[in-house]
Nanobody
Framework: VQLQASGGGLVQPGGSLRLSCAVS????????VGWFRQAPGKEREGVSC????????HYSDSVKGRFTISRDAAKNTFYLQMDNLRPEDTAVYYC???????????????????WGQGTQVTVSS
């Protein structure tokens, strides 16, 4: 199982970014996948997760209404569209999965077993 995140960068408050996670070693049709983030001095937080078998999503309260998780099974890739970004969204973002979890809520509520390498998102003027 491998995950490769990309798409981070520097953006002004109110701007948008789209993160991508290319996966290999499994198909995006059963396990849950998602995005965690870690800001300096803070614990890792489950931001958004997706159940790939029924497309049920879960979002943390801090990003609900601003972030959207989606997948393209044909490309073995899932995404995190981030809109109306705020300085407090600044963090390293990790794409994750756990083959033992098919529930988006369960994945975001635990510590997943498989992590990508992380991509930095900085929101600053």
């Amino acid at each position: 199982v491998q995950l490769q995140a990309s798409g981070g960068g520097l953006v002004q408050p109110g701007g948008s970014l789209r993160l991508s996670c290319a996966v290999s070693g499994f198909l995006l049709d059963r396990p849950a996948v998602g995005w965690f983030r870690q800001a300096p001095g803070k614990e890792r937080e489950g931001v958004s997760c997706l159940s790939t078998w029924n497309d049920i999503t879960h979002y943390s309260d801090s990003v609900k209404g601003r972030f959207t998780i989606s997948r393209d099974a044909a490309k073995n890739t899932f995404y995190l569209q981030m809109d109306n970004l705020r300085p407090e969204d600044t963090a390293v973002y990790y794409c994750v999965t756990d083959l033992g979890h098919s529930s988006s809520y369960a994945l975001c509520s635990t510590r997943p077993s498989n992590w990508g390498q992380g991509t930095q998102v900085t929101v600053s003027s």
